[in-house]
């Protein structure tokens, strides 16, 4: 009833091909907005700001990064914490280095360092394919967290070997470091990553989208086609790595305000990886949905004993996590190994033919 | 100049001046070769006959090393402790294969490969309840592992060998040839190949794809425990070995997938370079801790010239 399509009537392919090709689509998207902009931030608290909705939107900025890289072009890739940290690095050294820079810049220019690197690590997926590619990643991951420990130029030579985010104001507003609102730096990060999620909608839409699939789908076919191999699959390297790197940069100077090399370890590539599998591979939307759930699930079990009444210890909590986690992600492939948006996707087409079956 | 000496003269001429420090780096390399090969035997085992990356692997050795502990802390003798625990990695081969493999049948690579990292993660957070995070010492002399050093002295030098060490490498080379062995003479092992090289071929002669999953899991189970004690002996039995898992993967990578005898010299080769890398290299120019990468930098170059890796099956694609 409320996703009746009836009456809405396509003349052209133009308008069959539109981005919301059914109205109440772009109401619900409207809606959505109105609440992130509006809604949330004037009854969220500091606590909602940093530990749920920050982390959201960072963390489904990163994962919007691997899916391009993952659920469009196919190339699986497991050292995403590795290039949020080339990015969170880059950004630090920018932001050092030209303190009058401003930070959108900064950030904006952070991400090309990590699409570099990307490229370069991504140079491999030319000859190597699937789960081979997928440890050659590793050796990215590795290296580069092992690069940020060791070579001290990155963090100015500091004595704790961590980066700290300096107090950086834009339009008089404080966005980033210790003395910044967690208002401010929600809106900051929902309009970097409305930003990006537009550009990443249109990418993926349009012409090289369709190249990065048909790559996914079968590169020999796809070559045989008159598809440049090389182009498309370091194109999608480029793109996710800069998208990643964003993410990054993000992470560190608008929610963490320090980062150490752990940080960028191997459990946050894992994070961001569930986030993709459980929103849906090559789906923008799943991204949304898999953060939702992967930074919701912790906070939401962390609260389930203090309300329960129950006396459990702070590391039993953390214990219970990790396996609930396990399970949710178990459960999740074998209801649904399309993920959550494939969800999304029956429910609507069972709520445009309601009340009839089919 | 200087540089250029200090890459690929100094280290050699280090090798060259002190021959019985290179033989002990050469001898810690082997072990720690050995026991990365034993990790990935348990990878190609169930990836040969499922087509599943199993990233659970490492946290099985943790798990099956915890049990065996944490059982004789409770007081059960050593000995009893070790077939108890091998029931444990049966049962938890039974119930992968139930509750999260069989529905999984026929997803794709990528999903199961997902179900496995899902399924370490819940091993950890059980594996903690109920064992705890600290970390413990492994069993050694109950189960009769000798400990003591044997010390020799080779060009004037001094070597010593960890008693251990012989009987970890001794352990893997008898645990090796019996599962040759069985893949090759026993009927199950065949069963087992047979699956590994056509899944519906081996299916339409009769061969239970649940029956085979149930005892390759239990296999690499059992792999795990002998992992698990060996590692153990050296370094204590924590969450920490976690990471070896991942030290397994470059080993797989050089193989080959499915691969055996990849997954064998794999290791030795991965534990022996990245040691010299390490001491002669490392140290000296890259300020050291070398071992967390070099593994994979090496397996990804030799895979630029070999895509499918040492050992590994031929890469045949067709449209």
């Known amino acids: 009833m409320l996703y009746r399509t009836v009456g809405q009537f396509k003349t052209s392919y133009h308008a069959d091909h539109a981005l919301f090709p059914v109205k109440q689509d772009a109401w619900l998207l409207g809606f959505i907005l109105l609440i992130a902009f509006v809604v949330l931030p004037a009854t969220a608290n500091e606590f909602v700001f940093n530990a749920l909705l920050i982390p959201v939107l960072v963390y489904a900025l990163a994962a919007l990064g691997l899916n391009i890289l993952t659920g469009y072009a196919g190339q699986l890739s497991l050292g995403t914490g590795a290039f949020m940290g080339v990015g969170a690095y880059a950004c630090y050294k920018l932001v050092t280095i030209f303190p009058e820079l401003n930070i959108v810049v900064a950030i904006a220019l952070s991400g090309f360092f990590s699409a570099a690197v990307g490229v370069a690590f991504g140079l491999p997926s030319l000859r190597i394919k699937g789960f081979y590619l997928a440890i050659a990643t590793l050796a990215a991951q590795f290296f580069l967290v092992w690069l940020f420990e060791k070579w001290a130029w990155l963090y100015n030579y500091n004595s704790s070997g961590a980066i700290q985010v300096p107090n950086i104001d834009m339009f008089g507003l404080t966005v980033a470091g210790p003395n910044a609102k967690a208002v401010v730096q929600y809106y900051f990060v929902l309009c970097v990553v409305c930003l990006i999620t537009w550009f990443a909608i249109n990418i993926t839409r349009g012409r090289i989208g369709r190249i990065w699939k048909s790559v996914r789908d079968m590169d020999i076919a796809a070559e045989l086609v008159g598809i440049n191999l090389m182009k498309a699959k370091l194109s999608a390297f480029a793109v996710s790595s800069y998208i990643v790197g964003v993410a990054g940069a993000l992470f560190v100077f608008l929610w963490r305000g320090a980062a150490e090399p752990v940080l960028f370890d191997i459990p946050l590539s894992f994070r961001v990886l569930f986030i993709v599998i459980i929103g849906g591979m090559g789906s923008i939307l799943g991204n949304y949905l898999g953060a939702v759930l992967i930074v919701a699930l912790p906070v939401l079990i962390s609260f389930v004993p203090g309300a329960l009444g129950l006396p459990v210890s702070s590391a039993m909590v953390e214990h219970l996590n990790t396996m609930i986690v396990g399970a949710t992600i178990i459960g999740f492939l074998i209801l649904e190994p399309h993920g959550l948006a494939r969800l999304w996707a029956i429910i609507r087409e069972k709520l445009v033919i309601w009340p009839f079956p089919h | ?319």
Do not use: C
């Open chain 2, 1 to 319: 100049m200087d540089f250029l000496n200090s890459i690929l003269v100094k280290p050699f001429a280090d090798m060259a001046g002190a021959p019985d420090f290179l033989l002990q780096v050469l001898w810690e390399g082997l072990v720690a070769g050995v026991l990365y090969a034993l990790i990935a035997l348990g990878f190609v085992l169930i990836y040969k006959s499922s087509r599943i990356f199993n990233f659970a692997q490492g946290i099985m050795v943790v798990f099956a090393a915890l049990t065996l502990v944490g059982l004789h802390e409770k007081g059960v003798p050593a000995l009893l402790a070790v077939p108890l625990t091998l029931l444990v990695m049966f049962i938890l081969a039974v119930v992968i294969e139930r509750v999260v493999l069989r529905p999984l049948v026929n997803q794709p690579d990528m999903i199961l490969f997902m179900a496995t990292i899902g399924i370490t993660l819940f091993l950890v957070g059980f594996g903690e309840i109920i064992f705890g995070g600290e970390n413990k010492v492994m069993i050694t002399e109950q189960l009769y592992i000798p400990t003591g050093s044997i010390e020799f002295e080779p060009f004037g030098g001094f070597v010593s060998i960890e008693q251990k060490d012989v009987t970890a490498v001794v352990g893997a080379i008898l645990l090796v040839a019996g599962l040759i062995l069985f893949l090759n003479r026993s009927k199950m092992g065949r069963a087992i190949r047979a699956l590994g090289d056509d899944h519906q071929a081996a299916l339409s002669v009769g061969i239970s794809l649940s029956t085979i999953w149930v005892l390759v899991w239990f296999i690499a189970g059992v792999i795990a425990l002998v992992t698990g004690i060996v590692w153990g002996a050296r370094a204590g039995v924590s969450f920490a070995l976690e990471v070896i898992a991942f030290k397994a993967l470059p080993v797989l990578m050089l193989g080959g997938l499915e691969s055996v005898l990849g997954a064998i010299v794999g290791g030795l080769a991965i534990g022996i370079l990245e040691k010299l890398f390490e001491i002669y290299w490392g140290q000296p120019l890259l300020g050291g801790n070398t071992e967390t990468w070099f593994a994979f930098v090496f397996a990804l170059i030799v895979l630029l010239f070999r895509p499918q890796g040492l050992f590994g099956e031929r890469i045949i694609e067709r449209v």
